[in-house]
């Protein structure tokens, strides 16, 4: 790709970008969200059509005006969030619009047979007559790249491929994507996770503000020059250095039982004002659905919630609404965002009744109090009312805590709060929570991502099926001692550790 130029409303998304990758390479591309790295992505898969510039696969110029067309050329993408009908079978996802068939009757054979053989040849055990909606995440990714494969594609786009994944599974991942390397399939693997890149590429190209900034040999650069080149300033420390003023308890949640999928039961747990309390534990292990019982979104048997000492009924996300909580959730997408809507609307929307008065809204208060959040959290936007869904995933991450934020929370819970976000967002994010620490607010904070939890944590709660099986003051503990208690076990007598009391 050469001198590709694209703008959106006025706004120039990219300037003069080049980008290359060659036969069997994993080349990274990094970029702060909003650099342009999904817009160039989507210009090489037809998906938009670039204002300039020339695209050329193995030296020949050719002209990618549409989805189909770089499928013909063997090209395919990946995006972050998945694109599978989940009521369909697996064969049936991988050869969806194009089935295979027989006298003009669908070969539902000849199809399982072929979509058999793909998984084979990448190395995924899949039942192919197994219905998406049924697979884990992990697995519901290999399908995209056995449907992605399927148009015999030669250059494959990943987009934070591994943002959903466990640390096992993101192995599993790079092993498939190592098969793709020895059939010559040269892959764009696009990622926030600066540690993965060392791990499957050997280039990576910054972007930064549209422009092209440079592309390096990984083997010949530092983590720290990467972040370097896409923030544009050294960062001197991932996490800031903060000592916090911790204060009484101001959530308090004793005897919770809940009969879902794990049963959960959770004795007591606390936060403080002021505190930031990490949760953490493997994927699946209850985090979330212990926080979706406390703020009221999922149902319970039983449970007692003290707000500042005094007990309080919540039994609905709008009841915690009104006690000073806010739910930062983890799929923005599905149940953070209205998409379709725009920037102002969303982040006003948990807001409303503060900016209504006589049952109608007031949309200038609106407008400022967005741009004033806009501002705050460094949204990049062509304005407040761009819509959504046209904004990239960091983009929207901002925009979700903006909604909670502007309501004034007491209590705020965090679910992934800097999952798809690049490195300079997350240290602002890391940043504004120590500000809100120093207001009193408490956070209990949901993450994968273990050396965030260590990083910005006062105190970790290690969840293991449903039950708190753990809980350390993170300067006395390391990864090591996170994982035993998240595997079920004591780290010094092997032994699963007695619950919390």
Known sequence: MEGICKAFSGVQALDNVSFSVNKGEVHGLVGENGAGKSTLMKIMTGVYKADAGEIFIEGTKVNINSVSKAHELGI????????????????????????????????????????????????????????????????????????????????????????????????????????LQKKGVGMVYISHRMEELNQICERATVL???????????????????????????????????????????????????????????????????????????????????????????????????????????ESPIDAIRHGMAYATEDRKFDGLALDLDVSYNINMAHLRALSRFGFINDKAGAKNAETYRELMRTKTPSIHQQMKKLSGGNQQKVVLSKWLCNDAQILIVDEPTRGIDVGAKFEIYQLFNRLSDQGVSIIMISSELPEILGMSDRVLVIHQGSINGELATKQTNQEELLYLAAGYNKLEGKPAPKVS
């Open 76 to 179: 395919s993408i990946i995006f972050q969030e998945m694109t599978l009908c989940r009521h369909m079978t697996v064969a049936d996802n991988i050869f969806i619009g194009r089935p295979h068939r027989k006298a003009g009757f669908i070969n539902d054979n000849a199809m399982h047979k072929a979509a058999a053989q793909i998984l084979q040849d990448l190395g995924i055990d899949i039942n192919t007559r197994t219905i998406v909606a049924n697979l884990s995440v992990a697995k519901q990714q290999m399908v995209e790249i056995a449907k992605a494969i399927s148009y015999n594609s030669r250059i494959l786009v990943l987009d934070e491929p591994s943002a959903t994944l466990t640390e096992r599974e993101i192995q599993q991942l790079f092993e498939i994507i190592r098969n």
């Open 208 to 314: 930064r503000d549209g422009q092209y900034i440079g592309t390096r040999n990984l083997q010949e650069i530092t983590m720290d020059e990467l972040v370097n080149m896409i923030v544009g300033r050294p960062l001197e420390d991932k996490y800031p250095k903060y000592e916090r003023k911790i204060g009484d308890i101001a959530l308090e949640v004793n005897a919770l039982k809940a009969h879902n999928r794990l049963a959960l039961d959770i004795d007591h747990l606390h936060v403080r004002k002021g505190e930031i309390l990490g949760i953490s534990g493997l994927v699946g292990a209850g985090r979330t659905e212990i926080m979706r019982c406390v703020f009221g979104a999922d149902k319970v048997q039983h449970k007692e919630i003290k707000i500042n000492g005094a007990r309080v009924k919540i």
